[in-house]
Each structure stands twice: as structure tokens, then as C-alpha cells.
């Protein structure tokens, strides 16, 4: 099981902002995905990314894939209050703790 | 279209009772099931998984055991339950493989 470590813990913006939130490992990933959280419900899949260097864009959203796969990072541009929640990366099975992310209208 | 349900979605019990939680899939056939453990604001623990009926695997040893008595059915037990066995509990389904799951809304537990 690869432990994915996500950083910052918590990031508290205001509207218009924008906001990079970060997840790592010491292993190789075969896949990696991004999941958004509201409170009270369940996670919903963002995105899976399969490729070194991958760069994948969903609106104001824009994942990226490590070179090497061990990193990958999520950029969100201009931040709305709708962005609001917990965005976990995880790999199959194994769930990173993930970044609460507050943006402030 | 496909949709998975949780019931209930709130639950009080006291330590050394009982539990059941149960997860139902509409709308495919032959999914792959999984139950997970979420602590506040936290990442996700996996529990059980299965790839079919009566196919269960346990990833973490505890006083919780699964159930799949039918294809889109899967359930969560236990006999006697710990205070450490509050939190929030999802089901999710995935078809080919675990890249692409999709969760229920989530059972929260709390064990008094």
C-alpha cells in the first residue's frame, strides 16, 4: 500500500483567488485520482490521471502528473465559494488524508 | 443510470450493541463493492471489498465483518460495537477496476 501524503491540511482563500493543493509519495503510481468531498457526502471523482507529465484541465481545475508519477498537484483558478470542500488524491485503494480547502465569498 | 444507496444515513448506538449498514447498487450488474471508514475531515480507510456474491475480502482486521448476499447488495456488520467505531461509512461501486468509484452518500455513526 503506497502512503500518499497531501499538503497543506487545510487552505482557507478568499473568492477570485487562486490555490495550488499538492500530493506525494515515495513510491511510483500506476494511476492517481482526484476526488472532491462536500460535507455529508460522499467523494466525487474529478479526474484520473495515467501519465507522467500529464496535464488535464476541467474548467478552472488543472491537474498535473509528476514527471517520475510519485507527485501530482491541483491548481484551481480564480476560486468561488462553490469549490468548497475536501479534495482527496488517492491511488485505487489507498486514500490520501486530504486538504480542506474554504473559500470565503 | 446508475445509483447507490446507504441507509440509514444517521445512527446512534450505544457500545455493545449491534450493528447493520447496508449499501445497494441500481442500474449495473456484477459491480465491484467496497466499504470504507472516514474519520472527521479525514482521508479514507478501506475496509471490505468484493468482486462478487459471497467474494469478500477484509483489508483491516477488526470487530466489523461484510456481507454480499446478492450482486448489488453489500452489508456491514458487527456483533458488538467499540466507541472507536464511530465515524462515517462509505459504500462505493466501480465497475472494471478501482480507478473509477462512485460513493454513496455516506452512513454517519456514533457510538456512545
Known amino acids: 500500500t503506497q502512503l500518499l501524503e497531501q499538503s497543506p491540511q487545510f487552505l482557507s482563500i478568499q473568492e477570485g483567488e487562486n490555490l495550488t493543493v499538492y500530493c506525494n509519495s515515495s513510491?511510483?503510481?500506476?494511476?492517481l485520482q482526484w476526488y472532491r468531498q462536500e460535507p455529508g457526502e460522499g467523494p466525487v471523482l474529478l479526474v484520473t490521471?495515467?501519465?507522467?507529465?500529464e496535464v488535464k484541465k476541467l474548467k478552472r481545475l488543472t491537474f498535473q502528473f509528476g514527471d517520475a508519477r510519485k507527485d501530482s498537484s491541483l491548481h484551481i483558478t480564480a476560486a468561488q465559494p462553490g469549490d468548497t470542500g475536501l479534495y482527496l488524491c488517492?491511488?485505487?485503494?489507498?486514500f490520501g488524508a486530504g486538504t480542506t480547502v474554504t473559500v470565503r465569498a | 443510470s446508475q445509483t447507490i444507496h446507504q441507509w440509514p444515513a444517521t445512527l446512534v448506538q450505544p457500545v455493545g450493541s449491534p450493528l447493520s449498514l447496508e449499501c445497494t447498487v441500481e442500474?449495473?450488474?456484477?459491480?465491484?463493492l467496497y466499504w470504507y471508514r472516514q474519520a472527521a475531515g479525514r482521508g479514507l480507510q478501506l475496509l471490505f471489498y468484493?468482486?462478487?456474491?459471497?467474494?469478500i475480502s477484509s483489508e483491516v482486521p477488526q470487530n466489523l465483518s461484510a456481507s454480499r448476499p446478492q450482486d448489488r447488495q453489500f452489508i456491514l456488520s458487527s456483533k458488538k460495537l467499540l466507541l472507536s467505531d464511530s465515524g462515517f461509512y462509505l459504500c462505493?461501486?466501480?465497475?472494471?477496476?478501482?480507478?473509477?468509484?462512485?460513493f454513496g452518500p455516506g452512513t454517519r455513526l456514533l457510538v456512545l
Open positions: 513510491s511510483v503510481f500506476s494511476s
Open positions: 468484493s468482486v462478487g456474491i459471497g467474494q
Open positions: 442500474g449495473t450488474s456484477n459491480p465491484n
Open positions: 488517492a491511488n485505487k485503494l489507498s
Open positions: 490521471v495515467v501519465t507522467g507529465g
Open positions: 462505493a461501486w466501480s465497475l472494471m477496476g478501482p480507478e473509477t468509484q462512485y
